[in-house]
C-alpha cells in the first residue's frame, strides 16, 4: 500500500510555457501533499505544502504565483510552473501524508524538468 | 532554533555492517524517519521511530534517543544494492520533517 505516482516523470519545454505535474495517491486518501524540489547532490526542498481543498502554504522564498498548486480532491494534487526558465530546471517530487500512517509521507517517483 | 546533521559520506565493505548517526536538535518532536534515495529516484521510506529504542526490520534496524537527540540507521549484510543516500528528517510541533542533507553511502566489494 501507500503508492504515489506522478505524472510525467521526464519533461523538457521551452523557455515561457508553463508545465503541469500531477501527483496521485493510488491506494490511500492523502489529507496532506507536499512539494520538494532537489537539486543534484543536494538535499529535499520543500516548497509548499497542500490540504485538500485549501490554499496551499508555500515556504519562504517560493513564489506561488509561479508555482501554482492545487489540491483539487484527497487523492490529486497538481504543480504548475508557470512561464518555466531554465533556473526552473530540477527534480520535483512530491509526497502524500494520510492512510494508516497519519505521519509518514510516502513519496512520488518524481519528475525531471528540463527547461531549453 | 532547529538543526538536523548527519555524516556527508560514508564507505563500507559488501557483507559488513554500518551504522548511519543522525543528531537534531528541535523544541518539537513528533519522530525520526529514514529514507533511502538512489541516485536519481525519489527516496523511499524505511522507518519511523517515535519512542526509545531500537526498531529492526529484516537487514536495517533504526534507533532513537529522544533525550539525545540521536538516532541511527544501522545496514547489515551489506549488498551492492544498498549503495545510496540515506536521510534522516525529523517531524517538529507542526507535523512537518525537517531534512538532513543525506549521508552518501558507498559500498565497495
Known amino acids: 500500500g501507500a503508492v504515489v505516482s506522478q505524472h510525467p516523470s521526464r519533461v523538457i519545454c521551452k523557455s515561457g510555457t508553463s508545465v503541469k505535474i500531477e501527483c496521485r495517491s493510488l491506494?490511500?486518501?492523502?489529507?496532506?501533499m507536499f512539494w520538494y524540489r532537489q537539486f543534484p547532490k543536494k538535499s529535499l526542498m520543500l516548497m509548499a505544502t497542500?490540504?485538500?481543498?485549501?490554499?496551499?502554504?508555500?515556504e519562504q522564498g517560493v513564489e506561488k504565483d509561479k508555482f501554482l498548486i492545487n489540491h483539487a480532491s484527497l487523492t490529486l494534487s497538481t504543480l504548475t510552473v508557470t512561464s518555466a526558465h531554465p533556473e526552473d530546471s530540477s527534480f520535483y517530487i512530491c509526497?502524500?501524508?494520510?492512510?494508516?500512517?497519519?505521519?509518514?509521507?510516502?513519496f512520488g517517483p518524481g519528475t525531471r524538468l528540463l527547461v531549453l | 532554533g532547529q538543526n538536523i546533521d548527519q555524516p556527508t559520506e560514508m564507505t563500507a565493505t559488501e557483507g559488513a555492517i554500518v551504522q548511519i548517526n543522525c543528531t537534531y536538535q528541535?523544541?518539537?518532536?513528533?519522530?525520526l524517519f529514514w529514507y533511502q534515495q538512489h541516485a536519481g529516484e525519489a527516496p523511499t521510506f524505511l522507518s519511523y521511530?517515535?519512542l526509545d529504542g531500537l526498531e529492526e526490520k529484516g537487514r536495517f534496524s533504526s534507533f532513537l534517543s529522544r533525550s539525545k537527540g540521536y538516532s541511527y540507521l544501522l545496514l547489515k549484510e551489506l549488498q551492492m544494492k544498498d549503495s545510496a543516500s540515506y536521510l534522516c528528517?525529523?517531524?517538529?510541533?507542526?507535523?512537518?520533517?525537517?531534512w538532513g542533507a543525506g549521508t552518501k553511502l558507498i559500498i565497495k566489494p
Open positions: 491506494d490511500f486518501q492523502a489529507t496532506t
Open positions: 521511530n517515535v
Open positions: 528541535t523544541s518539537g518532536f513528533n519522530g
Open positions: 528528517a525529523f517531524m517538529d510541533s507542526n507535523y512537518q520533517l525537517i
Open positions: 497542500s490540504n485538500e481543498g485549501s490554499k496551499a502554504t508555500y
Open positions: 509526497s502524500a501524508r494520510g492512510g494508516t500512517s497519519l505521519e509518514t509521507q510516502y
